[in-house]
């Protein structure tokens, strides 16, 4: 039987457990205190975590676009990722014919 890779790291996740649900928002609308605060203390145990830059690449690879991973929210993800590879610019376009 393949191991997955992604099977291996995860395994080895430091978020596995009751605090699992600091990693995602609750159900219900959360006030950006509490958000703030859920994400303060998710990230903590990201800093700790023996697979982070696993787990912050396989985010990025999916373009997971919820949660803490890889200690960085979706909006922190997405700025990474703009960043890394910024849109194509326009084309130039030629100046139309004067008349
Ligand atoms: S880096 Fe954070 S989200 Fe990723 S596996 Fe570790 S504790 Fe979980």
């Known amino acids: ?5 992604a099977d291996v790291w995860q395994r080895r996740a430091a978020c596995r457990g009751p605090e699992s649900a600091l990693f995602f928002p609750p159900t219900f609308p959360e006030a950006r205190p509490d958000r703030d605060a859920r994400e303060a203390r ?4 990201c800093a700790s ?4 830059p696993e ?5 990025l690879t999916i373009r997971e676009p919820h949660g803490i991973w890889g200690g960085l929210n979706e909006l922190e993800r997405r700025e990474l990722l703009e960043h890394a590879f910024p849109p194509p610019s326009p084309p130039n376009r030629p100046n139309p014919p004067s008349m």
């Open 1 to 5: 039987m393949a191991v997955r890779t």
């Open 42 to 45: 998710a990230k903590a145990i």
């Open 49 to 52: 975590c023996p697979v982070r």
């Open 55 to 59: 787990c912050l690449e396989f985010a």
